[in-house]
């Protein structure tokens, strides 16, 4: 992959697919402009990363498609890295450009879970939430496709349904007598456990059980009025739950650089409003808030490290194994002459011995209370800081050799 230089171009250019390969950078013009504006604006020449947290606090501030369009150039390396990581690590039928739309389609998720008191380092947290993201779609696409209809209305929860039916725009009664009938179906139905996701349609008897018990319970049930209904009907309501379900949690994915139709040479970010105030940069960020942000993750490293450097060698030379050479634990072990479950522990020793080292410092200079939101955020960045920090020491002993 060509890497991109510049300011400008990292936050305005987006990644390019041709039979599946990396085929070059697209600029969008519009985020050109932005980002060009933003630098003149700039009294200093600011890294990348000042400029993500920057599109991020902008976002976070005031939502803009502008602001989620310069963070989605931003992470194009990362999200791309992370396609391709799954789809050639495991098995699956999704090509590197099926992941790559999966995960870049989500960014706003990525920046509703993403705070900067935790981690400055906006690419190496989405990194793993690219990873987890492509994973749960997948498994949730997989569970779609491998189970027939009545098995998936079976598999299906509440919450669920009801989301999936909003999601294609049925109104509250509509939904109401939908899962009404749901709830009847699974009541009845339950067909042969042993092979669930084969479950075939009811038979004549049971759709005529299901029927009579909708049409009993919706006098009760229902919030306003409903005649009573007849087997197709029901049958027609559950099928359409069924494929509302599937639209769900298989959703055509398309990215916001994407051409507005074939003979357009426009995209979806040229017709999204950008309400960007032009005293954001001054009002938004602060040199001095920068300063402080660089000072905090400067004491982060130094806590760290020294505490890393106060493993005993066996630990130091596992965590070189993950980090560094990338090894399983089942190739650690070999290494090591240990047994497979002694590096898990291992592993798992460490990082709660770091975790409560990070935990500790959080609460002492950050004043964060532990609660295990924070807990849960400190590990993910933990996580993120382990990665990063071994990659520039795998860099560095590359340059060395």
């Known amino acids: 992959m060509q890497p991109r230089q510049g300011i400008v171009e990292i936050f305005s250019t987006f990644l390019q697919f041709d039979l599946e390969q990396f085929s070059g950078w697209a600029t969008d013009a519009k985020l050109r402009r932005s980002i060009k504006s933003c630098l003149e604006r700039s009294s200093k020449q600011e890294s990348d990363t000042f400029w993500a947290i920057y599109w991020y606090q902008v976002w976070h501030n005031q939502p803009s498609s502008l602001a989620v369009g310069h963070i989605s150039a931003y992470l194009q390396e990362v999200c791309y890295w992370a396609a391709r990581k799954f789809a050639r690590n495991f098995s699956t039928q999704s090509s590197v450009a ?6 870049i389609a989500r960014v706003q998720k990525i920046l509703k879970t993403f705070n900067p008191q935790y981690s400055s380092n906006l690419k190496g ?9 492509i994973k749960d779609v997948l498994r949730s696409r997989r569970e779609a496709d491998i189970c027939s209809d009545w098995a998936l209305l079976h598999k299906l929860s509440r919450k669920r349904l009801v989301q999936s039916l909003q999601n294609v725009g049925f109104n509250a009664q509509s939904i109401e007598s939908y899962l009404l009938a749901w709830e009847c179906f699974k009541e009845l139905y339950t067909g042969d456990n042993t092979k669930i996701r084969q479950l075939t349609k009811p038979d004549a008897v049971i759709w005529e059980a299901i029927t009579n018990l909708y049409n009993a319970e919706r006098l009760s049930r229902l919030s306003s009025p409903s005649p009573a209904v007849n087997q197709q009907t029901i049958e027609t309501w559950l099928l359409s739950s ?14 916001a650089d994407a051409p507005l139709k074939e003979e357009d040479d426009g995209n979806l970010l040229d017709i ?18 920068a300063a402080n942000t660089r000072n905090q993750q400067a004491q982060l490293n130094q806590v760290l490290s020294q505490a890393i450097a106060a493993l005993d060698a066996e630990s130091q030379k596992v965590l070189q194994a993950y ?12 290494q090591l002459e240990i047994k497979q479950y002694t590096v898990s522990r291992r592993l798992s020793s460490i990082k709660k011995s770091l975790l409560l080292t990070l935990t500790q410092w959080s609460q002492n200079t950050l ?13 993910t960045s933990l996580e993120e800081w382990l990665k990063v920090e071994y990659s520039h020491t ?7 050799k």
């Open 242 to 255: 069924a494929k509302a379900a599937r639209t769900f949690l298989y959703p055509k994915v398309v990215s």
């Open 323 to 334: 980090y560094v050479q990338q090894l399983t634990q089942q190739e650690i072990a070999a």
């Open 394 to 400: 795998q860099i560095q002993s590359g340059d060395k």
């Open 367 to 379: 004043h964060i209370s532990p609660k295990s939101d924070v807990v849960d955020a400190i590990n």
């Open 272 to 289: 999204l409003p950008a309400n960007l105030q032009t005293s954001l940069l001054t009002e938004i960020i602060e040199q001095e808030e």
């Open 98 to 103: 099926d992941c790559f739309q999966i995960a």
């Open 125 to 133: 947290y989405a990194e793993l939430a690219f990873e987890s993201i």
